[in-house]
């Protein structure tokens, strides 16, 4: 049974920073591509950043220079450092693993169950 757990969320101040964890269990987690997504309350869900099997990175232009994504295959885990929080960083954030055959030829997608963060002074 594949679970991605995130941890690491809550309430805080502006400018202030959060690390959030998201563990995966029942994946090989070193040969997926993982990422962070959001979704605030009456908007869609959109990404926030991505990491490869690889370790490329890559950043939605809102939280570049802000949040920093990076993994750790021997804990299983990946982790977003956001620092510099604003109120409309407020969300829940999702973890997510991704797996695509080289042919596009199947693809396994997981997601975790989402820890809030919010914002606000």
């Known amino acids: 049974q594949v679970q991605l757990v995130e941890s690491g969320g809550g309430l805080v101040q502006p400018g202030t920073s959060l690390r959030l964890s998201c563990t995966t269990s029942?994946?090989?987690?070193?040969?997926?591509?993982m990422a962070w997504y959001r979704q605030a309350p009456g908007k869609e869900r959109e990404l926030v950043a991505a990491i490869t099997s690889g370790g490329s990175t890559d950043y939605a232009d809102f939280v570049k220079g802000r949040f920093t994504i990076s993994r750790n295959n021997a804990k299983i885990t990946v982790y977003l450092q956001m620092n510099s929080l604003k109120p409309e960083d407020t969300a829940v954030y999702y973890c997510?693993?991704?797996?695509?055959?080289?042919?596009?030829?199947?693809?396994?997608?997981?997601w975790g169950q989402g820890t809030q963060v919010t914002v606000s002074s």
């Open positions: 029942g994946i090989i987690f070193s040969v997926y591509d």
């Open positions: 997510n693993a991704d797996l695509r055959g080289p042919a596009g030829d199947f693809e396994y997608v997981y």
